[in-house]
């Protein structure tokens, strides 16, 4: 958590370093609270998640998301310990949008994620990816011309019993 708070003060720094003309590019770092669940086991990993997108208009943007896990979480189950982590996911969606006022604008994501998620128990591992309909919203407010704060909620794989999804805080920047 230490790295993303100095990877956001960067973020920050460069908006207030660069006010003049802004691009329709922008990349976004977050921090993403997963939650995947099914089959009676829930797992609470963390996943380092970079979006990059394209302004086409004011109302609609593209992005393509990456993530990558950077936290697991382990349970007891009959008393053996398992292991939950996402390897990596990644995406791309569609970004409806509308600035509610000055600062703040509100969005949804419509896209397609593929994931793959591994589960060690003493002795053995077993990982599996797939993908499926990806959607959220959220909220960005601006706290420079260049630069932002997010919070998302996203449902990234749901199908076969197998649920996973969750709530990212992040920075942005509007090159």
Do not use: C, W
């Amino acid at each position: 958590m230490k790295k993303f708070a100095v990877m956001a003060a960067a973020v920050l720094a460069m908006g207030a370093a660069h006010a003049e003309t802004v691009s329709p590019l922008y990349g976004e770092l977050g921090y993403t609270f997963v939650k995947v669940h099914g089959d009676g086991a829930t797992f609470h990993p963390g996943v380092l998640r970079g979006l990059v997108g394209y302004d086409f208009h004011p109302y609609f943007a593209v992005e393509g998301m990456f993530g990558a896990g950077v936290n697991d979480d382990s349970i007891d189950v009959s008393g053996v310990s398992v292991k939950g982590e996402v390897e990596h996911t990644y995406g791309f969606y569609l970004k409806p949008k509308y600035q509610v006022s000055g600062a703040m604008t509100v969005f949804a994501r419509l896209g397609f994620a593929d994931s793959k998620i591994k589960v060690k128990v003493p002795g053995a591992s077993a990982s599996d990816s797939d993908s499926d309909f990806s959607y959220g919203a959220g909220l960005s407010y601006a706290i420079s011309p260049k630069a932002y704060l997010s919070a998302d909620y996203m449902s990234y794989y749901n199908k076969d019993g197998i649920k996973g999804d969750g709530f990212t805080l992040g920075v942005g920047y509007k090159f």
